[in-house]
């Protein structure tokens, strides 16, 4: 199995919940983001972020450049239907993290550390 299908099978279920390193509120990252003083116009990225409440806590708090990279399409879209109007605030691309896959610049990136097999 290839790393994007082990990914979109693993969000299948529609419940990210349930998933074994599921957090409900990244409380740690957040506090860091919000410690550097980063300006709430700058972009931030969350590479393999997927279905992660990181966006929603991060529009909640006024960031207006979030970006969410990750393998699955299915995380994405349990993120977007979950953000519903405030989707539009952030930018998603499904795409796995290779040299010069993303050509922005990013002022702040938080990197997901479950990385299958």
């Known amino acids: ?5 082990h990914w979109e ?12 390193w599921y957090q409900q509120h990244l409380q740690t990252s957040l506090e860091l983001i919000e ?12 590479v393999g972020g ?7 806590d991060l529009i909640d ?12 399409g299915t995380a994405l879209s349990l993120a977007q239907s979950r953000l519903g109007g ?7 691309f499904e795409q796995h993290v290779t040299p ?3 050509r922005q610049m990013y002022l702040y ?5 479950g990385f299958s097999r």
Request: aromatic share 4%; net charge positive; glycine share 14%.
């Open 109 to 113: 990136c938080r990197f997901q550390t």
């Open 61 to 72: 708090r006024g960031f207006e450049g979030v970006t969410v990279l990750d393998l699955a």
């Open 9 to 20: 099978k693993a969000y299948a279920s529609g419940a990210p919940e349930r998933l074994g």
């Open 86 to 92: 405030l989707a539009s605030k952030e930018h998603r």
């Open 100 to 102: 010069g896959g993303v």
């Open 50 to 56: 997927g279905a992660s409440t990181m966006v929603d």
């Open 35 to 46: 410690g550097t003083g980063i300006d709430r116009k700058a972009r931030l990225i969350d």
């Open 1 to 5: 199995m290839d790393k994007k299908s």
